[in-house]
């Protein structure tokens, strides 16, 4: 098991319980400095606040200093996934259908890496895009890097959700 799905495994249940839900767990910033990064969402979708960072950077770091999963000192970082947020999870596909996203595979698809359409969905393990008027189907398990773009349709939905909320 790597690193990062150690240290999901071992959190996890604790953001649950706390009412969150962990998006990503990535390690950065070389070899001076290492940074542990947690990105977390509130399960009601309400908007994260500065108080519910704290709130888990506090818990979690108890739970990193006795599971001690990362040898040496490193920096951790608690964030939400903000508005034009990264797509990781195969139900964030179908939870942003309809808004703008930029893939980029592992390997080429139809002799491309890199995409910019509307999403539209899942459909067996494949992310439905639509670029140009044409759709296209991209293999879940060859997306490197997805992430929403910061449109007027997703801004007017976010703030929407913040009021209904």
Known sequence: M???AEIARLIEPTLSAMGYELV???FGGGHHRPTL??????????AMAVEDCAEISRSLSAILDVEDPVPGSY??????PGIDR????????ERFAGFEARLETREPVEGRRRFRGRLLGLEGDC????????????PLDRIDKAK???TEALIA????????N
């Open 2 to 4: 790597d690193k990062t």
């Open 148 to 150: 929403l773009l910061l």
């Open 127 to 138: 992310v439905r895009l639509e670029e140009q008027g044409a759709e296209l189907r991209l």
């Open 86 to 93: 990264p797509l990781i999870r195969p139900g964030d596909y």
């Open 24 to 26: 990503r767990v990535q």
């Open 37 to 46: 990064q947690i990105m977390a969402e509130r399960t009601d979708r309400q």
């Open 157 to 164: 939905a976010a703030a929407g959700d913040a009021k209904r």
């Open 75 to 80: 920096l951790l970082e608690v964030s939400s």
